[in-house]
């Protein structure tokens, strides 16, 4: 069974960092693109970054660029985003997804003082 | 970025419904596209790749068309647990965007 399982959100204050995790199992996670998505309290879905199979290749939402990185240890099977300079705007449900096919539980990350 | 309008915002329908749900870009994207299902609290699930392909395990009541900029999805005879929000998804360029969501509520 395919399972991704998110953790490390919590409580920040702006200007603060925090790194998200998301454990994966039942695939072969060196195979796929993975994506992290969010979605802020009572709002729709926004993509923020994915990255490819080996890691060379990244993409992110001009809203977290120069903010956050994606990175991946295909060696643990699992995906990261280390945010830095949180704002308020950036607190949300952070999914974690393989290609967009199927999706962790979630982890809120709160930005508040 | 590729403007992604999806309408309605919500409707309310019966069991037994068809419901439809429209998903416009702001340009083409030719077939790139998904459709999801949220229930509160939980993550989303995709039901359709490729603008018409449904998802493994995913009921045959769920049908998606279009191609280009128009999209559709379609729920033939609505259930029970159909009740839901539905996200429509364009992979065709960066950065990927999201409709803004249809809730589908109980008449």
């Known amino acids: 069974e395919v399972q991704l399982v998110e953790s490390g959100g919590g409580l920040v204050q702006p200007g603060g960092s925090l790194r998200l995790s998301c454990a994966t199992s039942?695939?072969?996670?060196?195979?796929?693109?993975m994506d992290w998505v969010r979605q802020a309290p009572g709002k729709g879905l926004e993509w923020v970054a994915n990255?490819?199979?080996?890691?060379?290749?990244?993409y992110y939402v001009d809203a977290v660029k120069g903010r956050f990185t994606i990175s991946r240890d295909n060696a643990k099977n699992s995906l990261y985003l280390q945010m830095n300079s949180l704002r308020s705007e950036d607190t949300a449900v952070y999914y974690c997804?393989?290609?967009?096919?199927?999706w962790g539980q979630g982890t809120l990350v709160t930005v508040s003082s | 970025d590729i403007q992604m309008t999806q309408s309605p915002s919500s409707l309310s329908a019966s069991v037994g419904d068809r419901v439809t749900i429209t998903c416009r870009a702001s340009?083409?994207?030719?077939?790139?596209l998904g459709w999801y299902q949220q229930k509160p609290g939980k993550a989303p699930k995709r039901l359709i790749y490729?603008?018409?392909s449904l998802h493994s395990g995913v009921p045959s009541r769920f049908r998606g068309s279009g191609s280009g900029t128009e999209f559709t999805l379609t729920i033939s005879s609505l259930q029970p647990e159909d009740f839901a929000t539905y996200h429509c998804?364009?992979?065709?360029?960066?950065?990927?965007?999201f409709g803004g969501g249809t809730k589908v509520e109980i008449k």
């Open positions: 997804s393989r290609a967009l096919e199927v």
């Open positions: 039942g695939f072969t996670f060196s195979d796929y693109w």
């Open positions: 990255i490819n199979q080996d890691g060379s290749v990244k």
């Open positions: 340009q083409g994207i030719t077939n790139q």
């Open positions: 490729l603008a018409s």
């Open positions: 998804l364009q992979y065709k360029s960066y950065p990927r965007t």
